[in-house]
């Protein structure tokens, strides 16, 4: 009966690798299966819709627009749930060591807690809150879209303007998943 609870679920992987499509999926399949389920988004990424998780099928599901862990902690707080999903958690506000720091208290008291993110940014480098989580789940998924120079499993996401904030929202506009040979190609082009 408990065979989920109290775990730690990862989807990683570059943009357009299913990471959203499976965090949907493991919600549904928790649902079905009786558990009180509750998804959040951070309100940074408002790309498709305000509040839901859109993938980029744009398959929907209710979510709580949020800005930090600490609004997360609220809302458990109250509602109680034996779930919680979180989507896009490289945008979740919050310092890196709160939100480390909640998600193992939801841990230790047998909440569930399916995540989503990105591993690494345009540039390669992986984005602290997933690498920190990573040693410490229970379930890790790494997934891979499909590279779109040459057809191979992808690895990252590469942005296509020279644009140079770290955070920037976007959809296949702003971004392409590519394979490493690819990528390095790219930035060799692009001298980046
Ligand atoms: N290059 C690509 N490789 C794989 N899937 C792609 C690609 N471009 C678009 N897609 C679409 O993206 C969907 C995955 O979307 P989503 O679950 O939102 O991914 P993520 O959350 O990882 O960005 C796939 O089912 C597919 O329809
Ligand atoms: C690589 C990279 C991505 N982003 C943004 C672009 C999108 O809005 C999200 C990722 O969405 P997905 O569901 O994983 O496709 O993140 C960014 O802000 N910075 C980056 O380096
Ligand atoms: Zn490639």
New binding site residues.
Partial sequence: MHQYKGRLIIHTGS??SG??SSLEKDVKRFKIAGYNTIAFKPIV?S?YSKNEIVT?DLTYMNAILVKSIYEIVEYCDELKPDVIAID?I??LGGKLEDILDGINQFLKIGCTIIVAG?D????GKPFEVIKELMPISDYLYKHHAVCAKCGVDAWV?H?KSDDME??????SD??EPLCRKCFLEENKKENR
Avoid at 166 to 171: N, Q
């Fill in positions: 943009m357009f990471k959203t990424d790309r980029h896009e490289q945008f990105l690494m940014d345009y540039t996401s942005r770290r955070i920037k929202v976007g959809t702003e971004y």
